[in-house]
Structures are given as structure tokens and as C-alpha cells.
């Protein structure tokens, strides 16, 4: 999450530096600044070669040759595999924080996750980046915390290793001595989660996976080994993109595919990228947002009519949070009070990495810019 900025532009400079378009073919400059940020996070996170190839879709040794720029192929459509994760990875990650609001979309995904508890079984939840799903699976969590764990997978987190190690520290709330075996660490999960459950006389341990699709093959199998497990029997929700959704059905980097798993899925939400957010659950977002940031009244149906619009491109909600955060820290820096009306709203939207919708709007902001 980025830190609060001095100026309203520095702080919609941070957000836009990480900002990345996934429309038409990349030209020569593009592919070389998507490559450019892929190597910057591999070699920041110290993400592997066989971890980086499988988010482009290609082979180990491709990627290699293509970060060493001697792949003799055409590199497009590997880097635009990159730039789509850039730009999920951005939209995941860079939204002010927002307490928990009951959204339509919201108690969906919770509805899944606590399915997936009681039965227990597998649950899946796909939806675009910017719907909610983090926000949700977290409330989900805290709601019984001695229960449920939630994770983010990510990069740093998708081998069979690092994940087993990771449930270690969150359930014992301290890290394993020792360079131990993943078969150590996963007994010792294994045990934990069989004194939880104590044979079917307690509920089972509930644990969500955010960013499952980033999980390798075996990490993804190891979860449902302890789903599969008559001792512990542990829930398992997995979150993700679409891309979940085409992973769980390929065969890559895994012998017979993920069938066996896909049979256990016995709670599912899916919201497909093209499918409206709901109007209601941008006025409930509207209002959480501009409570927190101190405004005392309603917005009018016109500025949530605005909002309603934002919230159906690339981003959903996270765009209703963007512009009423953007909105807030211009008029904070000039002194007054925002009413967050349509015209406030459009205003700030140069400063968001948009266009404003009303022409009139577009010298102010080019003013603003120069000035904020």
C-alpha cells in the first residue's frame, strides 16, 4: 500500500507510476519498460526463473533468454502476459485502506468462505481485481480469527515449502527453528490442525488463499491433502482472477491436471469481468469512504451515478475509492471542504490517471496539475 503523500499530486504520482494499461499491442518502447519492471520485482523479491515463467506462460529457459535479451522469438505476447500481471498485482495492492463494507459482492464471498468451513471442503471465489475479494476474505477471518487464517500467496509465498512455513508461523504465531523439511513442516501443520479439529468434535480450521493463482501445482495439492485428511479435514477457500479459474482447468506442471481438486469445490462465487457492480454497492462504498475521510453528509444520486460508472471499468470499486480519496486531498490542500459533487469528482481525474468526462473540466485539471 502506498504512504500518505504531502501534496495530493505526489501521492497520484505514486499510484500512476505503478499504473498499466492493457490495451493493443505493445510497441518496441512498451515491451522494453514491461520487462524493465518484471526484472526490477525478480530481482527485488527474489523471485526465480521457473516463478517468473510461469506467470508469462513460457518455458524457463525463454524467460531467461528473454531477460538477457537474446530470445531469437517474438517476445509480445510473453511481455503481455507481464503486463497483465503488472497491472492485477498494481490494482491488488496499491488502494488506500477501507474498513469493511457489506456490499452485495462482499457477502457473496463470505457466504463461500463460511460454506467452505462447515462442510468442509475446496471454495473458490473469482472476481476482477478491484471487487472486493481481499476486503471480504479478511472480514471473513476476523470474524473468528482462532479459526481461520488468511493468506496472500503471491510470489514469495507459492512454493510447497514457503506456504507449509508460512501456516506454521500463523498457527503457532512463532517461526520453526531450523532449515526443516517441507515434510516437517507439513506434519507439524497437519498435527496442529488435527488438535483444532479433534476428530469432528470442533469446527475445522478455515484457511483463505489470496492470489491462489500465483500457488505452484504441488503447493496447490498439498492444501487439498490436508482438505483430504480424515484428521483434520481443513477448509480451503482459494481467491483469485479469472486466471484462477483457467489455471484449475490446464494440465501445465501438473500430471492429470487439477482434477481431483476440482471435484472437491463444494462452494463457488463467480463474478464475471463484464458484470455490473451493483449500484447499491457503490453508495454503500461511497458512504464508508467519505465517512472515514470525516464528511458528515450523503452524496447526491448524481455523484453516485458518476461513481456507478467508474466502478464498471478495469478496478471496479478500488476506482470509487481512488477518485473520493483524490477528491478529498484537493480540496484539503486548497483549504475547504469537499462536497464530492460530479464536478469535484471529474476534477480530480488527471490526477487518477484518467480522462475527465466533461470537456469543460479539462483546463482545470491541466491547471491543477501544474499547481497541486
Excluded at 135 to 142: G, K, L, Q, S
Excluded at 254 to 271: M, T
Excluded at 317 to 325: A, C, E, Q, S, T
Aim: hydrophobic residues 40%; aromatic residues 6%; glycine residues 6%.
Amino acid at each position: 500500500m502506498i504512504q500518505q503523500a504531502d501534496t495530493p499530486l505526489e501521492a497520484c504520482r505514486e499510484m500512476m507510476r505503478m499504473d498499466v494499461q492493457d490495451d493493443g499491442p505493445l510497441t518496441d518502447g512498451q515491451q522494453q519498460e514491461v520487462l524493465a519492471a518484471l526484472k526490477k520485482i525478480q530481482k527485488a523479491e527474489n523471485i526465480s526463473h521457473e516463478t517468473m515463467a510461469n506467470i508469462l506462460g513460457c518455458a524457463r529457459p525463454t524467460w531467461s533468454q528473454i531477460a538477457n535479451g537474446v530470445y531469437p522469438g517474438n517476445t509480445e505476447k510473453y511481455l503481455r502476459e507481464g503486463r497483465r500481471f503488472l497491472a492485477e498485482r498494481a490494482s491488488s495492492t496499491k488502494a488506500p485502506a477501507t474498513p469493511y463494507v457489506r456490499t452485495m459482492i462482499g457477502e457473496l464471498i463470505i457466504t463461500v468462505c463460511q460454506q467452505a468451513q462447515q462442510v468442509p471442503c475446496i471454495g473458490k471465489v473469482i472476481a476482477p481485481a478491484g471487487a472486493g475479494k481481499t476486503t471480504a476474505a479478511r472480514e471473513f477471518c476476523r470474524r473468528q480469527s482462532d479459526r481461520r487464517i488468511y493468506l496472500q500467496a503471491g510470489e514469495c509465498f507459492n512454493s510447497k515449502s514457503a506456504l507449509m512455513q508460512l501456516l506454521c508461523r500463523r498457527l503457532l504465531n512463532t517461526k520453526i527453528v531450523g532449515n526443516k523439511a517441507v515434510g516437517v513442516h507439513y506434519e507439524k501443520v497437519r498435527q496442529i490442525l488435527s488438535d483444532y479439529y479433534a476428530e469432528g468434535q470442533r469446527d475445522p480450521v478455515c484457511i483463505v488463499i489470496d492470489e491462489a493463482t500465483t500457488l505452484r501445482p504441488c503447493a496447490l495439492n498439498m492444501l487439498r491433502n490436508l482438505h483430504d485428511d480424515d484428521s483434520c479435514r481443513a477448509g480451503i477457500v482459494l481467491l483469485d482472477t479469472g486466471r484462477l479459474d483457467a489455471e484449475l482447468y490446464s494440465r501445465h506442471g501438473i500430471a492429470g491436471g487439477y482434477e481431483q481438486l476440482r471435484s472437491r469445490l463444494g462452494a463457488q462465487y463467480v463474478l464475471p469481468a463484464d458484470k455490473k457492480i451493483a449500484r447499491a454497492d457503490v453508495a454503500a462504498v461511497a458512504e464508508s469512504v467519505t465517512a472515514a475521510l470525516g464528511f458528515g453528509g450523503g452524496l447526491d444520486r448524481a455523484a453516485i451515478d458518476y461513481l456507478s460508472q467508474l466502478a464498471q471499468r478495469d478496478g471496479k470499486l478500488r476506482n470509487v475509492v481512488y477518485r473520493l480519496h483524490a477528491a478529498h486531498r484537493v480540496a484539503r490542500a486548497a483549504k475547504r471542504r469537499p462536497a464530492y459533487t460530479v464536478k469535484e469528482l471529474d476534477f480530480v481525474a488527471d490526477l487518477v490517471g484518467a480522462e475527465p468526462q466533461f470537456p469543460h473540466q479539462a483546463e482545470q485539471a491541466e491547471q491543477l496539475r501544474q499547481t497541486a
